[in-house]
């Protein structure tokens, strides 16, 4: 079984559009044979990231495609992601939400192994930034690009995260409260 991430835009920026458009990828995701692992909504609910883990992105596509998420304007993905920086289990389990979510688009040449070994090499530097908790990240296997996800008071605090382990942000979200 693979992880596999959909980015999806919903049709109607609110709670409800939001909270829609999960309820379709959990239906399509079930029809696939899937399991919805877990979801987070930008505070305006204007993106909704989805992961979900599943035997193969066509099987993944062609259920997608067949529920048509009429409350989804735009859906990207299946993208094949790796799960950094936590246990599929512990995420499983505890449906963890996060405050924040930094997107940075790799530069072009990055491989998955020196990305890794960068990771693992700057992580230890978190702890300079006691302020903010480093949650988890989910890496593009084409090497597009991750989704880090982190808890902290406030923005500010996610950019000096990310100064200190000298990590680019392309685009910073806060993240609603709850599932939508």
């Not at 049709?11 to 409800?16: F, W």
């Not at 940075?104 to 903010?132: H, Q």
Request: hydrophobic content about 50%; overall charge negative; some cysteine.
């Amino acid at each position: 079984m693979s992880l596999f991430l959909f980015e999806l835009v919903p049709a109607t920026a609110d709670r409800a559009g939001a909270s829609a458009v999960l309820e379709e990828v959990d239906k399509a995701a079930a029809t696939a044979g899937a399991e919805f692992i877990e979801s987070q909504v930008t505070g305006a609910h204007d993106r909704v990231f989805a992961v979900v883990e599943a035997d193969s992105a066509a099987t993944l596509g062609d259920a997608f495609a067949a529920a048509h998420l009429a409350s989804a304007a735009e859906v990207v993905g299946p993208d094949e992601v790796r799960l950094v920086g936590a246990e599929l289990a512990q995420i499983k389990a505890a449906k963890p939400t996060a405050g924040y979510l930094v997107e940075w688009d790799f530069p072009d040449g990055l491989d998955m192994d020196t990305y890794l070994a960068r990771k693992k090499a700057k992580a230890p530097l978190y702890a300079n930034v006691p302020e903010v908790s480093f949650l988890r990240t989910y890496v593009r296997e084409d090497m597009t690009k991750c989704l880090c996800f982190y808890d902290a008071d406030d923005e500010a605090g996610v950019v000096k995260a990310r100064e200190v382990v000298d990590t680019p942000i392309n685009r910073l979200h806060q993240l609603a409260a709850d599932d939508a």
